[in-house]
């Protein structure tokens, strides 16, 4: 009996101790991206291709989960692959084919940690930045390395680019531009805190805008990476602000949105706090207005004067930056909730649910 | 709730820590665990000290002719065990109670460490939640250092084996960590083991130290090797601690580390008679 008490004990114990270090497991919020035919889905094990036109599966990678972990963004490319990173022990970086979900090529390097950025792909060559604070450039045909750098600590947000150098934002509170054909940092601004979103470039190439922890969003001069304007915000700042005709959307943690003059940092609005903390970027339609979603699980649509047009519960905790899916003008507004028993809903540009996606 | 009281007040001592000692979180770890250790202290010597209590009578003439006697009614032995309990000024839940007031204080130390470490997306937004903006400047302290030594205390700690060599079972390298867990646990699995009664072959408490002494090390080694290496510098702080805090009570059994040297004599009593 004795025995049975402990041996029980131990196992509850295991259990107890298991789930206390939930915490360092990969689990968070997924990855999304969508074209005109499918929504990709990047959820834990499994990658998802669903259809937009009735939410039904197209396909999934991989047949049964193994080690991968995916949640980053997945990212289309025009050749017709699905580049996803994983998160699991593995740390592949994978492409799949668009039309099947079948492995084209899987890291035929070794990165040293997780992915939790999605990769940036430019003509042939992909600019992939690890967890493990490096940028690994591979070409898109077959995933081989071409050349790496190491930048800093933690990368999270996606590489992004002017056309010219390549941008990468890092948790070590720094935003460096990366010189492709030199291969080398070419300048950094420091950004007073961590920075976990990407950096947005202006239509004209000049600008990038940036938000930090440090309660402030930055419009930095592409050519001489010097700071143009700071504008302060209510708490940290972990998404990629929004670019929407001359102004910027940025959003907070503690669920403020706010609305700044591209050009001088002014705000254009006063600032909306719908209900809930805000990660995921703002998302800005074809007719200027902006949709946003919040942890409590809710949508807000605002015109381009900041009226709010709509609002929907599709449910669960919302994190990951809401998807503008199919044709522009008719399309569908992808959100992928977590904590609830769907993985994505589709949602039209009225606010009205179209269908949900549970997996199966 | 849990937040409130135990998991988000731990977090915020254990960044204050790690801010006050140059951002070194391995250090902030070991100096976080003796801080929590220092105030259980109490808690750990009066279970200690009713665990002993408990050893001895069981140790007790009059307790072993009461099994004996009332082994067929279990009604009558219960009320014979109170009314012994009674007559030597005995509270057979003095070494429990402690034990249940600490296990929160424990799991809460555990939570905080791994959401410090703030390995995810979702992981850093609630450590951002946590932090007390009035108290500590997260911005500054975000990104954590998580080296310390050769581990990143972030990620499950192995020292890579040579190139071209792997092992499917152990895909982070060489556990070293791990196995310093289990082998500090063994010791002190070990050493603060009462000694047994008398080794019969039915020798209940044998049986279960013996078993004690093997899951346990097997266990933690186990989560040693899974989980973030923070988790297991923990582990291994802990387990020292605990033995040192035996030894200071004069509670620590070398001989147990000896073959068969924990069946030991019955000891002087610690009750009064």
Redesign the interface.
């Known amino acids: 009996m004795?025995?049975l008490t402990?041996?029980t004990l131990?196992v509850l114990?295991?259990i107890?101790?298991s789930a206390?270090?939930?915490?360092?497991?990969?689990?968070?919020?997924p990855g999304l991206a969508a074209d005109n035919k499918m929504a990709y889905l990047a959820d834990g094990t499994y990658v998802y291709a669903v259809r937009l036109s009735d939410g039904t599966k197209s396909w999934q990678y991989p047949d049964k989960a193994g080690t991968q972990l995916f949640?980053a963004n997945p990212v289309l490319t025009t050749d017709g692959q699905v580049l996803v990173g994983s998160?699991g022990?593995d740390y592949e970086l994978t492409s799949l084919d668009v039309a099947t979900g079948q492995q084209k090529w899987a890291s035929p390097f070794v990165a040293t940690?997780r992915w939790?950025a999605a990769p940036l792909v430019v003509s042939d060559t992909v600019y992939a930045a690890n967890n493990d604070g490096t940028l690994y450039v591979l070409k898109l045909a077959t995933g081989e390395k071409v050349w790496s750098l190491h930048i800093s600590?933690?990368l999270?947000g996606a590489p992004v680019t002017d056309g010219k150098l390549i941008f990468v934002t890092s948790?070590?509170h720094f935003l460096y531009a990366v010189d492709p054909q030199a291969q080398k940092i070419v300048w950094k601004v420091n950004l007073?805190?961590?920075a976990?979103g990407s950096a947005a470039v202006s239509s004209d190439g000049k600008t990038l805008y940036i938000g930090?922890?440090?309660?402030k969003v930055f419009a930095v001069d592409i050519a001489t990476g010097s700071v143009r304007w700071t504008a302060e915000t209510k708490d940290?700042v972990?998404s990629t602000p929004a670019l929407g005709g001359d102004s910027l959307f940025a959003t907070d943690?503690s669920g403020n949105i706010y609305s700044f003059g591209a050009p001088n940092g002014k705000n254009a609005w006063p600032v909306l706090q719908p209900d809930g903390?805000i990660?995921g970027s703002p998302l800005i339609l074809a007719d200027g207005s902006m949709v946003v979603a919040t942890e409590s699980g809710s949508l807000f649509a605002f015109d381009t004067s900041g009226v709010k047009m709509w609002d929907d519960a599709p449910g669960g905790k919302i994190?990951t930056s809401p998807v503008a899916a199919g044709d522009p003008a008719s399309g569908l507004i992808m959100v992928a909730p977590?904590n609830t028993d769907f993985l994505l809903a589709a949602i039209s540009k009225d606010g009205k649910l179209v269908w949900k996606f549970t997996g199966k | 709730m849990w937040d409130q009281f135990i998991l988000n007040p731990f977090t915020n001592v254990l960044l204050f820590i790690y801010n006050i000692i140059g951002h070194n979180f391995g250090v902030a770890i070991i100096l976080f665990t003796i801080l929590i250790r220092a105030i259980t202290w109490p808690l750990n010597a009066q279970q200690l000290k009713g665990a002993k209590v408990m050893q001895d009578l069981q140790k007790d003439k009059e307790w072993l002719d009461i099994q004996k006697k009332y082994a067929k009614d279990r009604e009558k032995l219960a009320s014979e065990q109170m009314r012994l309990y009674k007559e030597r000024g005995i509270n057979p839940f003095a070494s429990c109670l402690p034990t249940l007031i600490q296990f929160p204080i424990i799991i809460g130390l555990y939570q905080s460490i791994t959401r410090a470490l703030a390995a995810t997306p979702l992981g850093l937004l609630q450590l951002a939640s946590s932090i007390y903006p009035s108290f500590l400047n997260g911005a500054l302290l975000i990104p954590l250092n998580s080296r310390f030594l050769w581990m990143d205390l972030g990620r499950p700690e192995g020292i890579p084996f040579p190139a071209g060599f792997s092992l499917p079972f152990l895909p982070y390298g060489f556990p070293t960590l791990a196995l310093i867990v289990a082998a500090t646990t063994y010791l002190q699995t070990k050493l603060t083991l009462p000694p047994s009664g008398g080794g019969g072959p039915n020798d209940q408490s044998a049986a279960m130290n013996s078993m004690m002494s093997v899951y346990m090390p097997l266990l933690l080694g186990y989560f040693a090797l899974n989980f973030a290496s923070g988790l297991a510098v923990y582990f291994v702080t802990s387990n020292v601690l605990g033995i040192v805090q035996y030894a200071s009570m004069g509670r620590v059994n070398w001989r147990n580390l000896l073959p068969g040297g924990d069946k030991t004599p019955p000891a002087k009593p610690s009750y009064k008679k």
């Open positions: 004795k025995r402990l041996i131990v114990a295991a107890l101790l206390c270090s939930a915490g360092t497991s990969a689990t968070t919020w949640y998160a022990r940690d939790v600590q933690e999270w948790l070590d007073g805190g961590s976990p930090s922890f440090a309660k940290w972990w943690i903390p990660t994190y977590l």
